[in-house]
């Protein structure tokens, strides 16, 4: 099975723009994860979707945002951005199923704010 | 609150020395324990469940409900053995991880 990708791979913005980022998790995976991994601050869960719809919600301001389609295809927005914005964003899909809850992570998407 | 706690930032070892990376957790629920390890320029992958009680790459992780804790533990470390570790703790009443802020180590030669 093709694990998850994540694109664009790196994203170079400036202050005050905004930047969409996409995931597509593994073929039937139905529950992707997004998180924010700094040196400082290791991961930091964004949100959760699960069939389209949010279920979990990390301690991020509204500036943060994504969604999900059917195909679990998610994406992950960000306006207005800051330079502490400046991260790897991580995508992570899950089966979700008893006995089968572990994550499979992808590449990451590295974003500089400047 | 802190559901997952790594007190420890930074490991060195030397080669050939145990390790043990420590992870304890609050859940007053039944817990579903994981580690994760990211390479230099890797992905964060998978290592280890505590529900299959396996080995990986040599390394071990038990379970102790009345501790709260799932420590990693390897007899031998091996330099390739230098990466982040992650521990992990899944509440399938929210239906949510939750990672520890990582554990850092490095294996001397």
């Known amino acids: 099975k093709a694990g998850v990708t994540q694109t664009p791979r790196y994203l170079i913005k400036t202050r005050g723009q905004q930047v969409t980022l996409s995931c597509s998790p593994i073929?039937?995976?139905?529950?992707v994860s997004w998180y924010q991994q700094t040196p400082g601050q290791g991961l930091q869960f964004l949100f959760e979707y699960f069939s389209e719809t949010q279920r979990n919600k990390g301690n991020f301001p509204g500036r943060f945002s994504g969604r999900q389609f059917s195909n679990s295809r998610s994406e992950m927005n960000v306006s207005t951005l800051e330079l502490g914005d400046s991260a790897l964003y991580l995508c992570?899909?899950?089966?979700?199923?008893?006995?089968?809850?572990?994550?499979?992570f992808g590449p990451g998407t590295r974003l500089t704010v400047t | 609150a802190q559901r997952v706690t790594q007190p420890e930032k930074l490991l060195s070892v030397f080669k050939g020395a145990p390790v043990e990376l420590k992870c304890n957790y609050s859940y007053s629920g039944s817990p579903e324990l994981f580690w994760y390890v990211q390479y230099s320029r890797q992905r964060l992958q998978l290592l280890l469940r505590?529900?299959s009680r396996e080995s990986i790459k040599g390394f071990t992780a038990d379970l102790n409900k009345g501790e709260t804790s799932f420590h990693l533990k390897k007899p031998f470390a091996q330099e390739e053995d230098s990466a982040m570790y992650y521990c992990a703790l899944y509440t399938n009443t929210g239906n949510q991880f939750y990672f520890g802020t990582g554990t850092s180590l490095t294996v001397i030669p």
């Open positions: 505590h529900i």
């Open positions: 992570a899909s899950s089966l979700v199923r008893t006995g089968s809850y572990e994550q499979y």
């Open positions: 073929s039937g995976h139905r529950s």
